[in-house]
């Protein structure tokens, strides 16, 4: 991960409100060229109740459009986020397929004509949409998309865990302090931007074992992915950021 993408990772893991959340949201997409950009979390609280909650730039002029769940409910790209969690390039194919061209008609006069979305699963009826969406040619026509695809990715793996942060704030519940100190070392290692491969090779153990000692905090921090485990490990003052 170059300095520059590490940076703005790091920036939006550690966002200290939705407003602050909102900014480097918005900063990121739009370095990149694209106009919109939406992160929502969705939690099934159960199979007839679910919470959304979007932090996006959306033009006031589509925003009723854009919170209409049932819109939602037909448009081929938030069906297959929901559905899965490959990441989806679009444009007015995509709805022209799904005999949704009209709905792709209604939204590209406000920015919406192509983008990049992906939906992220976890447990618990958690789940995070990320979508940032441009006003011309499909992104794959456009230069450097291999880099922007990925910088997307690694942008959005970072933005789920502050945006689940940030909805759902952490409390302490007793296991924080079972962490042992394999488990807050591969934690610190983590924020610093390392994979779990690097991270063997400094603390001389196998990757697997690295893995395993993530996977023991997750558990019990109640966390979904190693990012968001890193979040709240800081926020309860188990490891400190630098």
């Not at 880099?147 to 945006?163: C, G, R, S, T, V």
Request: glycine letters at 6%; hydrophobic letters at 40%; a negative charge.
């Amino acid at each position: 991960m170059d300095t520059l993408l590490n940076r703005k990772c790091l920036e939006v893991l550690h966002a200290s409100s939705v407003k602050d959340f909102s900014r480097q949201l918005v900063s990121f997409a739009q370095d990149l060229g694209f106009g919109t950009v939406s992160a929502t979390v969705v939690t099934d609280h159960s199979p007839m109740l679910t919470e959304f909650q979007t932090v996006s730039n959306v033009p006031a002029g589509f925003l009723k459009e854009f919170e209409n769940l049932e819109l939602g409910r037909i448009d081929p790209v938030s069906q297959h986020c929901k559905r899965s969690g490959a990441p989806i390039v679009w444009d007015q194919k995509t709805y022209a397929t799904s005999d949704e061209k009209s709905l792709w008609e209604m939204q590209a006069p406000f920015g919406y004509s192509s983008g990049l979305a992906v939906g992220m699963h976890f447990g618990r009826g958690r789940h995070f949409m990320f979508g940032a969406e441009w006003n011309h040619e499909c992104c794959e026509r456009v230069a450097n998309f291999k880099n922007i695809f990925e910088d997307i990715l690694a942008f959005a793996e970072h933005a789920q865990a502050a945006a689940f942060d940030l909805s759902l704030p952490a409390q302490r519940s007793g296991n924080e302090r079972a962490l042992t100190k394999g488990e807050l070392e591969a934690l610190r290692w983590t924020m610093d931007g390392k994979t779990s491969w690097e991270i063997a090779k400094v603390m001389l153990m196998s990757e697997r074992h690295v893995t395993l000692l993530l996977r023991r905090a997750m558990q019990k921090l109640d966390c979904s992915s190693k990012y968001e485990t890193v979040l709240r490990a800081i926020r309860l003052g188990l490891i400190e950021c630098q």
